[in-house]
Structure formats: structure tokens, C-alpha cells
């Protein structure tokens, strides 16, 4: 039989669950403006007397969005730090109009060449072809240190990679132990849980991961979807750096658990920024290097000089550009590597160090029997007209820099400029549409699961009302009591 | 099918990613119209940079080509004008020296016609041009001809009255040049006075010059000659028919000896001066070459201009038009942004 009494509980018991459920919406309507919140919704159940009782805290959640916005973060990360890698490179060849890249000062260097052998008798204009040939050599080291330091860079952000994921992997255990104890205690853990996912999206912007949860909240990383990086406890991610990291030698490898991530069968997949700085480091920049390191062995080529004797017997040898493996030519058609790093102009061709460039228009930079102009006569162009010719003349170039093997030095030089071109708008292409992809996936599950501030004050709304009723049940069935005792008083 | 939710933050940020995006168009967009080119010239073209480094590669050369061959023009000029100068002057001592023929009191007169000449075709022929001797050839560095009436004499002029005396046995000053008969005077002038003017003696004695001519590359696949050489066999031929009226006693010589020398000298100067004719022609056609070179050169050198416009550039009307649409979607985004803001339950309750 219902009482007084019972209406007093019932009344008592909504009054509590409703203050309760006031503190969950004061808690949503707090981190309203928090992107990593998910909204907190309280269950309510009905007591054997009819009372009504809180019944845990959940949140709202959807896996399959928060899945999608954790890969976006991982390949938006990776073409961002693809994209960053490769503007770095893209500013050794810039703006066409400026003729800073390899392929404009080899421009230069050949009109310069043209002016010499058009007044060969002229100094001045000889100084402009050592100017020129400065300016070239400037260039492709410039180029070089600037492929160098991309590298290097790489490195270094693999490394800091690799660290910032070890510390993650820490936190996230911590908070994934939290989880799990909290869940068997049967505690509110959902504040945890929207910290563990702000954890994973941290962990997704270094490297492609896939989740999956067990029993009790807990959960398990894979890193691709083959290596484990969380299992009851985070893998040890190793990684030492590779400096000194020779031209065109690939670096260390980044290793989970022992096992390096390259050579595992994750390949490029291992995704997210220490895969693209990974690819950067031992692909991209390895062959950009090369580029460039043809082109300077395709002007050693170019200037060298043969052996003019009747019967010639001796080696072709390096004339304007040398390098540190001469005086011998580099063999043709293979790349050396580091050599666009070596190059300079022979110190025997410029003035301001005691040489002189009329060497270049006759010959015999390595000895009397490469002189072709014998008579020393001033008006001999006519080696000066092979070295432009031969600047636009084909030869065979090493396939291993991913460009067509066979062109002159000045097509090389702009083919390379625009592998590197094509390259980088892909990569800024790819990294847009990710961005806007990983925006929108946000947008969408922040939408699904995030804090609607017009629903919560509704929701208040409702308690202030609710509880407004209870209290008047209390206070009614208290007049109730006061008029039975008064009758029975 | 479940209620399409949204959160608060999601209604106020709905914007912001449009709004950047926006505006980093509108500062390309800006770049554009300002400077008529792609605001990233790499980005925009990809693998066509190839196309627009190669362009300009052509362009640099092409331009090169094209001053170079200004100043070619003008050498080639100079050469022409000192070759007809030769030519005039050679003409005009065939003129004095026929003339001379008719009466013998004419001979110290065309000794010193000869000799001015002479004098003329040594400058002449030591004509330079921006540093370089124009007629020594490839050896721009020395003048093409020794001088022959330096004082004491050089080499050349030293070298043929030493032949003179070794012919005759007294130099050619003497007054016994009288005794010289015709038939002597051809052997001469047919043997030891002609090898003379052949090398290796002329090589050694009158000319410094190169017989290898400069060669300019006047187009991208023209490689010609542009110059005369000393030793060609007109300049010889002048020198010669100059030296044997200077120095073979022609004030002296016997009527019958200054006909046969007279003959020679008619002979030689007028095969040299048809030699210079065709010097001079092929100068010309040199000259000719080049200009149209030049003609060619510029032509190319629009074409490419187009092909990098074309490629670099961008409508101008277009980058425009693009720039105000930009402008006003922004204004939109910032005013219903500010809306937005404004929209709250909280002004209701």
C-alpha cells in the first residue's frame, strides 16, 4: 500500500537524480567549446517503489566517425610534412622569372659562352663565362646543402617523431588503466575516455593506427595493421639518428617491438608524418640529390678536355669544373653521389686566382698536349663553339634519377626542375584535400557526438521544472502530515 | 532514420575552414592581378616548368645571339668599308699607272703613287675592330701586315731588295738597272719575285695573319665565317704589284724592262682587285646571312615570348573578376558569422 511516506521518497529520490542530472548538463555546457568533448548523457531508472535513481554516465559516441577522423589526421599529417619537405626543396629552383634553379644559370652560363666565343679576343667577356661557371657552381652547392639539410631535417623530425610517440603511448596507457579500473569499479569514466581519444588522434598524426577495444574499456594499437604498438602495454618505438647521413645513402630505420617498420611489410604504409618523413628522406630527396648530382657530372662531362695530340694517348681530363675525384672524367651515364656538393671552378680558369681564362678558349688546363690552340691565337673560337654545342648536345645520364637518360645538360636541368614541380603539386594538391577531409570528418563527428547548448538549456529547462514539481510534492505532502496531525492533535 | 544532429561548436566553426581557404585564394588572387602572372608559377604548372625553363633557356640564348650579332654587323661593315677603300684605291692606281705608260717622266710620280698605296693597304689591312686586327684572321691578336715602308725597313721590304740584288747582282738604287733587259726582268718577276709572295716566305717576311677565319654562330644552327684573311691571295697580289713598283728600280729601268714590269704590275693589280671584289662579296653575303638571322632571332624570340606569357600569365579580367567574387563570398562568411554568434537560447529564456 502506497503511503505519504512513499510520495515523500519518490518525491526526495527525483529531487536528487534531477541535481544530478543538472551537474551532467553544467558539465556539457562548460566544455561546449572543447573540439576533443563528447556530450555526457545521464540514464535514469525506476526504483522497485517507483522512485527514480540515476543510472551511470555515457557519452555520446561514434566509432565508425571517430575511426574515418583518425585516418584523415593521419594522411593530412603526412602530405602536410610531405608538402613542407618539398616547398624546402622547390626554393632551389623558385620563380621561373628569377633564373635562380640549376636550369637558369646553365642558361646563363651558355649565353655567357656564346659572348665569349663570339669575341674570344675580349677578356672581359671571358671573365663573365668564369662569373657565369662561379655562379653555376654557387648554385648546385647551394641546391645540395639545401637537399642536405631537407635530410637531415627529415631525420631529425623522425626522430622527435619517434620520441613524441613513446611519451604518447605513456599517456595513453596511463589513461587506458584509469579506463579499465574505473570500469570495473563501475565509475564515471567518461571524461577518461574523451581523453583517451584525444591520445589516439595525437598517436594518428605520427603514424597510421588501428584500434581495437576488449573487455573493460581496454585497448589495443596497431600501428598499419600488422605491427603492434599497444598491447596492455606500450611497444618500445626505437629509432637513432642517422647523421652522419652520407649523399644517397638511406638512413636508419624507424623499429616497433625490434621489428623496422620499412622492411616489415608495411612499406610507405606506415603512414602519418614519420612515413612521409621516411619517404622524404630516403626517396624523394635521395633522388632530387642525384638530379642534381648529374647535372653538375654532365657539365664535368661537357668541359673536359681530350688529349689534342696527333695520336692521342692520354685520359680525357676535367677543364672548367672540377672536383674532388679529378682530374680523371666521372664515367658517363652513372651518378656519383655528393657530386653537385664537390663541383667547383677550376682555380687555373679564374683571374682572381692567378689563372687564366684563356685556357678555357684554347686548352691545356691538365698539361701542353690538351692545348688545341696552339698558336695561342686570340680570335679561336672554336672550342668555345663545341662547349656550347655540347652544352645542347645529348648525353646519356644515370636512369636512376627518374629522369629520361638521354638529353643535353640544359634539358636535364629544367626536366629536373620540373620532376621536382610535379612533385610538389601533387603533394600540395593531396595535402589540401586531406586537410579539407580530415576538416570535415572532424565536423561530422563532432557534430554526431559534441555539445548542443541549445538541447542542454531545454534539458535545464525541463529539471528546473521537474524539480520545481517535486518540491511542491514535498511541500504538499508536508501540509498533507501537518492537517493529519492537526485532525489527530 | 535518426535526427541529423549538430553541436554548438560545430554551428559557429561551420565557417572558418571556407573562410581560410577563401582567403588564401583572394592573396593569390591579389598577386595575380597585380603582377598579371600564376601567384605560384611551379605550383600551377606541375611538369610544364620543364616547357617554361626551356623556353627561357632559348630565349636568354636567342638574345645573346642577337646583341652579338649587332656588334658582328658592325665589324663586318668596318671589314667592308676598308675592303672597298682596297678595292677604290687599287682601281684608282691602275688608272695613274696606265697613264704613266703613255710618258716616262711618270714614273717617279706612280713610284710614289705606289708607295702611298702601299701605305694604305698596310693600315688597311691593320684595321681593328673592338681589340682584334679585322684581317689576321683567327690571330686577332697581332696586325696582319708588316710594314713595308717602316724605316729602316722590316722584314718584307728587306726581303725583296735582298732578291733583287741576288737576281742582278746590284740593288735596286743603282743606276746600272738601266742595263736590266725585258726578257731579264720577266725571269725575275716569274721566279724568285713571285716565290716571294708565297709561303712559306710571306708568311715569314709580310704577314703575322692566321689563313684560319673567324667564325661566329649567328643563329642557333649557323656557325659562319666572318672575316678576310691577309693572306688571301688578292692582298698578295696588291702587295706585290705595290712592291715591285716600289722597289724594282722603275725610275731607272730601260723602256722594254718597265713594260715587261708594267704588265706584271697591270696584271697582278687587276687579278687582286677582282680578288677583293670577291672578298668583299662574300662578306656581303655574310652581312646578308646575318641580318637575316637577326630576322629570324626576333621572330623566334616574340614566339617564345608568347609561349611563356601563355604559360605563366593569367587573364588579367579573370584574376579580377575572381578577386571580387572572393571579396564578397568573405563579406558574407564575416556577416553570417556574426549572425550566428548572435544566435543563442539564451536571448529567449
Same mark, same amino acid.
Given at each position: 500500500?502506497?503511503?505519504? #511516506?512513499? =510520495?515523500?521518497?519518490?518525491?526526495?529520490?527525483?529531487?536528487?537524480?534531477?541535481?544530478?542530472?543538472?551537474? *551532467?548538463?553544467?558539465?556539457?555546457?562548460?566544455?561546449?567549446?572543447?573540439?576533443?568533448? !563528447?556530450?555526457?548523457?545521464?540514464?535514469?531508472?525506476?526504483?522497485?517503489?517507483?522512485?527514480?535513481?540515476?543510472?551511470?554516465?555515457?557519452?555520446?559516441?561514434?566509432?565508425?566517425?571517430?575511426?574515418?577522423?583518425?585516418?584523415? &589526421?593521419?594522411? &593530412?599529417?603526412?602530405?602536410?610534412?610531405?608538402?613542407?619537405?618539398?616547398?624546402?626543396?622547390?626554393?632551389?629552383?623558385?620563380?621561373?622569372?628569377?633564373?635562380? !634553379? %640549376?636550369?637558369?644559370?646553365?642558361?646563363?652560363?651558355?649565353?655567357?659562352?656564346?659572348?665569349?666565343?663570339?669575341?674570344?679576343?675580349?677578356?672581359?667577356?671571358?671573365?663573365?663565362?668564369?662569373?657565369?661557371?662561379?655562379?653555376?657552381?654557387?648554385?648546385?652547392?647551394?641546391?645540395?646543402?639545401?637537399?642536405?639539410?631537407?635530410?637531415?631535417?627529415?631525420?631529425?623530425?623522425?626522430?622527435?617523431?619517434?620520441?613524441?610517440?613513446?611519451?604518447?603511448?605513456?599517456?595513453?596507457?596511463?589513461?587506458?588503466?584509469?579506463?579499465?579500473?574505473?570500469?570495473?569499479?563501475?565509475?564515471?569514466? #567518461?571524461?577518461?575516455?574523451?581523453?583517451?581519444?584525444?591520445?589516439?588522434?595525437?598517436?594518428?598524426?605520427?603514424?597510421?593506427?588501428?584500434?581495437?577495444?576488449?573487455?573493460?574499456?581496454?585497448?589495443?594499437?596497431?600501428?598499419?595493421?600488422?605491427? #603492434?604498438?599497444?598491447?596492455?602495454?606500450?611497444?618500445?618505438?626505437?629509432?637513432?639518428?642517422?647523421? %652522419?647521413?652520407?649523399?644517397?645513402?638511406?638512413?636508419?630505420?624507424?623499429?616497433?617491438?625490434?621489428?623496422? *617498420?620499412?622492411?616489415?611489410?608495411?612499406?610507405? /604504409?606506415?603512414?602519418?608524418?614519420?612515413?612521409?618523413?621516411? &619517404?622524404?628522406?630516403?626517396?624523394?630527396?635521395?633522388?632530387?640529390?642525384?638530379?642534381?648530382?648529374?647535372?653538375?657530372?654532365?657539365?664535368?662531362? =661537357?668541359?673536359?678536355?681530350?688529349?689534342?695530340?696527333?695520336?692521342?694517348?692520354?685520359?680525357?681530363?676535367?677543364?672548367?669544373?672540377?672536383?674532388?675525384?679529378?682530374?680523371?672524367?666521372?664515367?658517363?651515364?652513372?651518378?656519383?653521389? /655528393?657530386?653537385?656538393?664537390?663541383?667547383?671552378?677550376?682555380?687555373?680558369?679564374?683571374? !682572381?686566382?692567378?689563372?687564366?681564362?684563356?685556357?678555357?678558349?684554347?686548352?691545356?688546363?691538365?698539361?701542353?698536349?690538351?692545348?688545341?690552340?696552339?698558336?695561342?691565337?686570340?680570335?679561336?673560337?672554336?672550342?668555345?663553339?663545341?662547349?656550347?654545342?655540347?652544352?645542347?648536345?645529348?648525353?646519356?645520364?644515370?636512369?636512376?634519377?627518374?629522369?629520361?637518360?638521354? *638529353?643535353?645538360?640544359?634539358?636535364?636541368?629544367?626536366?629536373?626542375?620540373?620532376?621536382?614541380?610535379?612533385?610538389?603539386?601533387?603533394?600540395?594538391?593531396?595535402?589540401?584535400?586531406?586537410?579539407?577531409?580530415?576538416?570535415?570528418?572532424?565536423?561530422?563527428?563532432?557534430?554526431?557526438?559534441?555539445?548542443?547548448?541549445?538541447?542542454?538549456?531545454?534539458?535545464?529547462?525541463?529539471?528546473?521544472?521537474?524539480?520545481?514539481?517535486? &518540491?511542491?510534492?514535498?511541500?504538499? =505532502?508536508?501540509?498533507?502530515?501537518?492537517?493529519?496531525?492537526?485532525?489527530?492533535? | 532514420?535518426?535526427?541529423?544532429?549538430?553541436?554548438?561548436?560545430?554551428?559557429?566553426?561551420?565557417?572558418?575552414?571556407?573562410?581560410?581557404?577563401?582567403?588564401?585564394?583572394?592573396?593569390?588572387?591579389?598577386?595575380?592581378?597585380?603582377?598579371?602572372?600564376?601567384?605560384?608559377?611551379?605550383?600551377?604548372?606541375?611538369?610544364?616548368?620543364?616547357?617554361?625553363?626551356?623556353?627561357?633557356?632559348?630565349?636568354?640564348?636567342?638574345?645573346?645571339?642577337?646583341?652579338?650579332?649587332?656588334?658582328?654587323?658592325?665589324?663586318?661593315?668596318?671589314?667592308?668599308?676598308?675592303?672597298?677603300?682596297?678595292?677604290?684605291?687599287?682601281?684608282?692606281?691602275?688608272?695613274?699607272?696606265?697613264?704613266?705608260?703613255?710618258?716616262?717622266?711618270?714614273?717617279?710620280?706612280?713610284?710614289?703613287?705606289?708607295?702611298?698605296?702601299?701605305?694604305?693597304?698596310?693600315?688597311?689591312?691593320?684595321?681593328?675592330?673592338?681589340?682584334?686586327?679585322?684581317?689576321?684572321?683567327?690571330?686577332?691578336?697581332?696586325?696582319?701586315?708588316?710594314?713595308?715602308?717602316?724605316?729602316?725597313?722590316?722584314?718584307?721590304?728587306?726581303?725583296?731588295?735582298?732578291?733583287?740584288?741576288?737576281?742582278?747582282?746590284?740593288?735596286?738604287?743603282?743606276?746600272?738597272?738601266?742595263?736590266?733587259?725585258?726578257?731579264?726582268?720577266?725571269?725575275?718577276?716569274?721566279?724568285?719575285?713571285?716565290?716571294?709572295? +708565297? $709561303?712559306?716566305?710571306?708568311?715569314?717576311? @709580310?704577314?703575322?695573319?692566321?689563313?684560319?677565319?673567324?667564325?661566329?654562330?649567328?643563329?642557333?644552327?649557323?656557325?659562319?665565317?666572318?672575316?678576310?684573311?691577309?693572306?688571301? +691571295?688578292?692582298?698578295?697580289?696588291?702587295?706585290?704589284?705595290?712592291?715591285?713598283?716600289?722597289?724594282?728600280?722603275?725610275?731607272?729601268?730601260?723602256?722594254?724592262? @718597265? +713594260?715587261?714590269?708594267?704588265?706584271?704590275?697591270?696584271?697582278?693589280?687587276?687579278?687582286?682587285?677582282?680578288?677583293?671584289?670577291?672578298?668583299?662579296?662574300?662578306?656581303?653575303?655574310?652581312?646578308?646571312?646575318?641580318?637575316?638571322?637577326? $630576322?629570324?632571332?626576333?621572330?623566334?624570340?616574340?614566339?617564345?615570348?608568347?609561349?611563356?606569357?601563355?604559360?605563366?600569365?593569367?587573364?588579367?579580367?579573370?584574376?579580377?573578376?575572381?578577386?571580387?567574387?572572393?571579396?564578397?563570398?568573405?563579406?558574407?562568411?564575416?556577416?553570417?558569422?556574426?549572425?550566428? +554568434?548572435?544566435?543563442?537560447?539564451?536571448?529567449?529564456?
Amino acid at each position: 500500500m502506497s503511503s505519504l #511516506t512513499t =510520495v515523500l521518497n519518490i518525491a526526495t529520490s527525483s529531487l536528487s537524480t534531477t541535481s544530478t542530472d543538472s551537474s *551532467v548538463v553544467a558539465r556539457n555546457i562548460a566544455r561546449a567549446g572543447d573540439t576533443n568533448a !563528447s556530450a555526457k548523457v545521464m540514464g535514469r531508472y525506476t526504483t522497485f517503489d517507483g522512485g527514480v535513481r540515476p543510472a551511470g554516465i555515457n557519452r555520446l559516441a561514434d566509432a565508425a566517425l571517430f575511426e574515418s577522423a583518425i585516418g584523415a &589526421s593521419t594522411s &593530412s599529417s603526412a602530405s602536410q610534412a610531405r608538402l613542407d619537405a618539398l616547398n624546402q626543396l622547390y626554393a632551389t629552383v623558385s620563380d621561373p622569372e628569377l633564373e635562380l !634553379s %640549376p636550369s637558369g644559370k646553365l642558361a646563363a652560363l651558355n649565353s655567357a659562352l656564346q659572348d665569349y666565343a663570339s669575341a674570344p679576343q675580349n677578356p672581359a667577356t671571358g671573365q663573365a663565362v668564369v662569373t657565369a661557371a662561379s655562379e653555376m657552381v654557387m648554385t648546385l652547392n647551394s641546391a645540395t646543402d639545401v637537399t642536405r639539410q631537407v635530410r637531415w631535417g627529415a631525420d631529425q623530425g623522425i626522430a622527435d617523431a619517434v620520441d613524441s610517440l613513446n611519451r604518447l603511448l605513456g599517456d595513453f596507457d596511463e589513461t587506458n588503466e584509469a579506463i579499465m579500473r574505473g570500469m570495473v569499479l563501475g565509475r564515471d569514466v #567518461t571524461d577518461l575516455l574523451d581523453q583517451r581519444d584525444t591520445q589516439l588522434r595525437a598517436i594518428s598524426e605520427l603514424i597510421d593506427i588501428r584500434t581495437i577495444e576488449r573487455d573493460n574499456g581496454d585497448m589495443v594499437i596497431f600501428a598499419g595493421d600488422s605491427l #603492434t604498438l599497444y598491447e596492455s602495454g606500450p611497444r618500445d618505438v626505437t629509432f637513432t639518428l642517422s647523421t %652522419p647521413l652520407a649523399d644517397g645513402a638511406i638512413g636508419n630505420d624507424v623499429s616497433i617491438d625490434g621489428i623496422p *617498420v620499412s622492411t616489415s611489410g608495411l612499406g610507405n /604504409g606506415v603512414g602519418g608524418q614519420i612515413g612521409a618523413l621516411l &619517404s622524404i628522406r630516403d626517396e624523394t630527396s635521395i633522388t632530387y640529390q642525384r638530379q642534381l648530382d648529374e647535372i653538375a657530372r654532365g657539365l664535368i662531362e =661537357v668541359f673536359a678536355e681530350t688529349d689534342q695530340s696527333a695520336v692521342p694517348t692520354l685520359p680525357d681530363q676535367v677543364g672548367l669544373f672540377i672536383y674532388s675525384g679529378g682530374p680523371a672524367v666521372p664515367p658517363s651515364g652513372t651518378v656519383v653521389d /655528393g657530386l653537385a656538393g664537390q663541383i667547383s671552378v677550376n682555380p687555373a680558369a679564374d683571374p !682572381s686566382q692567378g689563372g687564366s681564362i684563356a685556357l678555357l678558349r684554347d686548352g691545356g688546363f691538365s698539361g701542353a698536349s690538351y692545348i688545341e690552340n696552339t698558336a695561342a691565337n686570340e680570335g679561336f673560337s672554336d672550342r668555345l663553339l663545341s662547349y656550347a654545342e655540347a652544352l645542347s648536345a645529348d648525353r646519356s645520364f644515370d636512369s636512376s634519377a627518374d629522369i629520361e637518360s638521354t *638529353v643535353s645538360v640544359l634539358a636535364y636541368a629544367s626536366a629536373s626542375a620540373a620532376w621536382l614541380a610535379e612533385e610538389r603539386t601533387v603533394a600540395s594538391v593531396a595535402a589540401e584535400s586531406a586537410e579539407i577531409q580530415r576538416d570535415r570528418t572532424n565536423e561530422a563527428w563532432h557534430n554526431a557526438v559534441g555539445v548542443n547548448i541549445d538541447k542542454e538549456m531545454t534539458t535545464l529547462l525541463d529539471l528546473e521544472r521537474s524539480y520545481q514539481a517535486s &518540491s511542491r510534492l514535498i511541500s504538499t =505532502v508536508d501540509a498533507m502530515f501537518n492537517a493529519l496531525l492537526q485532525a489527530t492533535g | 532514420m535518426p535526427t541529423p544532429t549538430i553541436s554548438s561548436l560545430g554551428l559557429t566553426n561551420a565557417l572558418q575552414t571556407t573562410l581560410r581557404t577563401s582567403q588564401l585564394q583572394l592573396r593569390d588572387a591579389e598577386l595575380e592581378v597585380a603582377t598579371g602572372r600564376h601567384a605560384d608559377v611551379g605550383l600551377e604548372l606541375s611538369y610544364l616548368v620543364d616547357k617554361t625553363l626551356n623556353f627561357r633557356q632559348t630565349r636568354s640564348t636567342l638574345s645573346v645571339m642577337q646583341v652579338n650579332n649587332e656588334s658582328l654587323m658592325s665589324r663586318l661593315e668596318a671589314t667592308q668599308s676598308a675592303i672597298t677603300q682596297v678595292s677604290d684605291n687599287a682601281q684608282r692606281f691602275l688608272g695613274s699607272l696606265l697613264s704613266a705608260m703613255q710618258a716616262d717622266d711618270q714614273r717617279a710620280t706612280i713610284v710614289m703613287a705606289a708607295e702611298s698605296e702601299m701605305g694604305a693597304l698596310t693600315s688597311l689591312l691593320s684595321t681593328s675592330f673592338d681589340g682584334a686586327y679585322l684581317f689576321s684572321g683567327v690571330a686577332t691578336q697581332s696586325p696582319a701586315m708588316d710594314d713595308y715602308l717602316a724605316d729602316p725597313p722590316g722584314t718584307s721590304r728587306t726581303a725583296v731588295q735582298t732578291a733583287f740584288v741576288t737576281e742582278f747582282g746590284f740593288p735596286a738604287t743603282d743606276p746600272s738597272v738601266a742595263t736590266i733587259t725585258g726578257a731579264q726582268m720577266q725571269t725575275f718577276l716569274d721566279g724568285a719575285f713571285d716565290t716571294l709572295f +708565297q $709561303d712559306p716566305s710571306w708568311a715569314t717576311n @709580310f704577314s703575322s695573319a692566321s689563313d684560319d677565319l673567324l667564325k661566329n654562330r649567328i643563329s642557333p644552327n649557323e656557325v659562319i665565317e666572318t672575316s678576310a684573311s691577309a693572306n688571301e +691571295q688578292a692582298f698578295r697580289s696588291l702587295t706585290q704589284a705595290y712592291a715591285a713598283v716600289i722597289d724594282l728600280g722603275a725610275k731607272n729601268l730601260s723602256g722594254e724592262a @718597265f +713594260q715587261v714590269l708594267a704588265d706584271k704590275v697591270i696584271e697582278l693589280t687587276t687579278n687582286g682587285n677582282s680578288g677583293v671584289a670577291a672578298i668583299g662579296g662574300r662578306l656581303g653575303l655574310a652581312e646578308q646571312r646575318v641580318s637575316s638571322a637577326q $630576322d629570324r632571332l626576333s621572330i623566334q624570340t616574340n614566339v617564345i615570348e608568347e609561349s611563356i606569357v601563355e604559360l605563366e600569365g593569367v587573364d588579367a579580367y579573370e584574376a579580377a573578376t575572381r578577386m571580387n567574387n572572393l571579396l564578397t563570398q568573405i563579406e558574407v562568411s564575416y556577416a553570417t558569422t556574426a549572425r550566428i +554568434q548572435g544566435l543563442t537560447i539564451l536571448n529567449y529564456l
